[in-house]
């Protein structure tokens, strides 16, 4: 009866230990440990009627991890006839929020192939459910040759400021004849490509990818490796954060051979919340 007691509060406390940890995580951005505390006590309190009176706990951080420990005494019953008036049992639990973008530079490399090419750096603001295109960078072909050649643009054309923001997503699009929608290609004996606006011209892009759609995310090659279909994988993961990478995209010609490529790096320093999680 003692046994099955102690343990039945131990994982009432393990339970309040993952919650805390996650509130005081979820705004925890490595420097606001006194403001992770008090949420992470907040959460603590509201159980105090399901814990043992003697209940201590402390929460500390290292780097971006926010660490939760509790310990208390559960009193006992058959046990006191040897003397044993309580079990001490204590749990521990850790979270941390990844950083997230605050400023990002994107610097194309390379591009190649006939199809027009634009990717977006799109963002929802707080209380907002439209995306709002903070940077671009398009591919112009200008040639068939040396199978289809052309320019880059990036706007603007150093680090991005992404503001307050809800979600973060990059997007190509792609129009197959070469131009930009509203108008046409025509190729030239010389195989150049020529864009003039038409009324029989295209208004909309042939293939959109987006890297949190799962059917498409793994059109983006992350540092030589393919992103995995059916998965949207945190942002953290393609943005940057750690160190500059290289992205390389595949516009839908053929896996062997991708065709829009740039280095992206990210200052990242707040939190985020929506990605806390554990870590033990």
Not at 48 to 76: C, E, F, K, M, W
Not at 149 to 172: D, E, N, R, W
Request: with cysteine; proline share 5%.
């Amino acid at each position: 009866m003692d046994y099955a007691s102690a343990v039945h509060q131990r994982t009432n406390l393990q339970e309040i230990a993952d919650g805390a940890a996650l509130a005081g995580g979820k705004i925890f951005d490595g420097t606001n440990l006194a403001a992770a505390q008090a949420e992470a006590t907040r959460f603590i309190t509201a159980y105090a009627d399901t814990t043992p009176a003697n209940l201590s706990y402390t929460i500390t951080a290292n780097g971006r991890i926010l660490s939760v420990n509790l310990t208390g005494a559960v009193p006992t019953n058959l046990m006191r006839i040897v003397n044993i008036n309580s079990v001490d049992i204590g749990v521990n639990s850790q979270a941390t929020a990844p950083a997230k973008p605050d400023i990002v530079t994107i610097t194309p490399t390379q591009a190649q192939g006939w199809y027009y090419k634009v990717i977006t750096i799109r963002v929802v603001r707080p209380n907002a459910t439209a995306e709002t295109v903070v940077g671009t960078v398009t591919y112009q072909p200008t040639t068939h040759n040396n199978d289809g050649q052309g320019t880059m643009t990036a706007v603007p054309s150093g680090p991005i400021t992404l503001g307050q923001y809800t979600k973060l997503v990059l997007q190509m699009d792609v129009k197959d004849d070469g131009c930009p929608p509203g108008q046409a290609a025509t190729i030239s004996n010389n195989n150049a490509v020529n864009c003039n606006s038409k009324n029989s011209a295209g208004t909309k892009y042939d293939l959109t990818l987006r890297t949190d759609d799962p059917n498409t995310s793994n059109y983006l090659f992350v540092d030589g490796s393919q992103l995995p279909k059916g998965v949207t994988l945190p942002i953290e993961n393609y943005f940057g954060c750690q160190a500059a990478q290289k992205h390389a995209w595949e516009d839908g010609g053929g896996w062997d051979r991708q065709d829009f490529f740039y280095t992206i790096s990210s200052q990242c320093s707040s939190a985020d919340g929506d990605a806390v999680r554990l870590t033990n």
